[in-house]
């Protein structure tokens, strides 16, 4: 865990977001995420969750929230959350359209008693549109943007995890929104709805790949291009170990570069930009990098502007010298995890403790505070 002064210290470490409150309908994947990254910045973070769910206090995604169990198919129980809104700052849910109109719960309702709320709505399709209302999951919505159908081989496209759809898409997308609708409500005294979904994220991500399509640089199909694994200077080799290195050298003089440290005095490897030469020098080059070991390039590329690294795996990361030096993962309750990101040099993020909260007591705090 990341080391936090006394409360009684003139330094206490607060985040940026601070006096903030941010009331989270529980879900799975990248709400809990948005949610963690709100909360390692400051951020006070209430969590609604159903009665029984016995909410992991020691989960990564889960950290920094005050927990409240309630039934919202209980009257009383969305009448205690209505309350407790009036004096949030954001609200940030992700549940199919249409759902929390019907508990009651939705924008209007909850505008009409707090003007200045920003009402966050994360979903894979959006609000509308024909498949608003149908189940997905992240490999749905990258699928119709364009982006998995250029990540991986020439024989199929690869699901990068979900990392593209699902956090990319639409958890930083959800509180860049957030964030941008607060600054904005701090102007206006007025809140809005933020429609952030995953597909529309996903899409967003690919914007640079459409532009070099626009200009000619960027062609239909997986490894005929420079960024896919198509060419030779810029992909992923495998080393006499077994193991894996990963190398990006596409300037001419970091590709000088990795032609001097690794040898590659072959003329052919003069025509770097020439695709039509890329499957064999990629041959070659995969012949060049399984003569040693991963440990062994370490030894003669990593720091050099080759732009070179090794793949490592999860276990492998917190233990390479560079992550150790940042401090990039920390351990808690014996776990594991990534520190929060980014960094502020004035107002530092830290990682919290959950706890259990009653949804009463928090309303009276925040009334108080107003």
């Given amino acids: 865990m990341l080391d936090k002064p006394a409360p009684n210290s003139s330094t206490r470490i607060s985040g940026p977001l601070a006096g903030f409150r941010i009331v989270e309908f529980a879900g799975i994947g990248p709400g809990p995420f948005a949610c963690m990254m709100l909360a390692d910045m400051g951020a006070e973070v209430v969590t609604l969750d159903r009665v029984g769910a016995k ?66 709505r994360m979903t894979g399709w959006g609000q509308e549109g024909p498949l608003a209302q149908a189940a997905g999951h992240d490999i749905n919505y990258i699928s119709v943007t364009g982006a998995l159908a250029a990540i991986g081989p020439k024989e199929r496209p690869v699901p990068p995890l979900n990392l593209v759809g699902d956090f990319g898409g639409g958890a930083l997308y959800v509180v860049v929104g957030v964030l941008a609708a607060l600054l904005e409500a701090s102007k206006s005294g007025k809140g809005q709805v933020v429609d952030a979904a ?30 896919d694994g198509g060419a030779h200077f810029y992909g992923v080799y495998e080393c006499s170990c077994g193991n894996f290195v990963s190398i990006g050298s596409i300037e001419p003089q970091f590709y000088a570069l990795l032609r001097q440290h690794a040898g590659l005095t072959d003329a052919d490897f003069d025509a770097q930009m020439d695709r039509k030469a890329w499957p064999a020098l990629k041959e070659k080059l995969t ?38 030096a940042r401090k990039i993962f920390v351990e808690r309750h014996g776990v594991t995890q990534p520190a929060p990101a980014p960094r502020f040099s004035r107002t530092p993020s830290a990682i919290r403790e959950p706890e259990a909260a009653d949804i009463g007591a928090l309303t009276n705090e925040w009334k108080a505070k107003r």
């Fill in 55 to 120: 909410k992991n206090m020691k989960s990564v995604a889960g950290r920094g929230r005050k927990v409240v169990e309630l039934d919202l198919k209980d009257k009383a129980a969305v009448a205690q959350v209505l309350d407790l809104l009036v004096n949030a700052d954001a609200l940030i849910e992700g549940f199919r359209p249409g759902v929390m109109e019907r508990l009651g719960l939705g924008p209007y309702v909850v505008q009409a008693r707090n003007p200045r709320l920003v009402y966050g």
């Fill in 198 to 227: 995953m597909c529309d994220g996903a899409a967003s991500l690919m914007s640079m790949f459409f532009d070099m399509t626009a200009i000619g640089r960027w062609t239909e199909g997986r490894e005929q291009n420079f960024l």
């Fill in 287 to 324: 012949a060049v990098f399984k003569s040693k070991s991963r440990e062994e390039w370490c030894a003669i590329m990593e720091g050099t502007d080759i732009c070179f690294a090794p793949i490592l795996t999860m276990a492998e990361a917190p233990k390479h010298p560079h992550m150790a």
